[in-house]
């Protein structure tokens, strides 16, 4: 991949107070550049898509290093389904779930992917810093 971000990354260690602890690790999230420019009309639409593209260029990396994941939503539903005795595990059991990552892509917050240990972190790291 070429591309480099037009942001910056942001890391953050999961604690007790986000979704998801103790299946991941960290969240990285993109921050884009400042585009504030006097009667600019469309600064917050730039800011906004900025973020965007630069979450797609590393959703896409990690997809092609790590492989396909499942929304980060998802992951963790099918994560403690497997965990519970009443899905059927013929069933439950056939659905994989990416050993290194996942991602979210709420809008209204912020996209984020998730990473699992400090190694898929250290990698991430050494590809777009």
């Not at 550049?33 to 639409?45: A, E, K």
């Not at 998730?114 to 777009?128: C, F, H, N, T």
Request: aromatic share 18%; charged share 30%; proline share 5%.
């Amino acid at each position: 991949m070429e591309a480099d971000l037009l942001g910056k990354l942001r890391y953050k260690e999961l604690d007790g107070r986000h979704s998801g602890n103790g299946i991941f690790k960290y969240y990285v999230c993109t921050l884009p550049p400042p585009t504030y420019q006097r009667f600019y009309p469309n600064t917050r639409l730039d800011f906004h898509m900025n973020k965007v593209f630069d979450f797609i260029l590393l959703r896409n990396w990690c997809w092609d290093t790590w492989g396909p994941s499942c929304d980060f939503k998802d992951y963790v539903n099918i994560h403690y389904a497997k965990l519970d005795a009443k899905y059927a595990p013929n069933i439950i059991n056939k659905l994989e779930l990416n050993d290194h990552w996942t991602f979210s892509n709420d809008r209204e917050k912020e996209c984020r992917i998730y990473l699992k240990s400090d190694e898929d972190l250290a990698w991430l790291k050494i590809r777009w810093e």
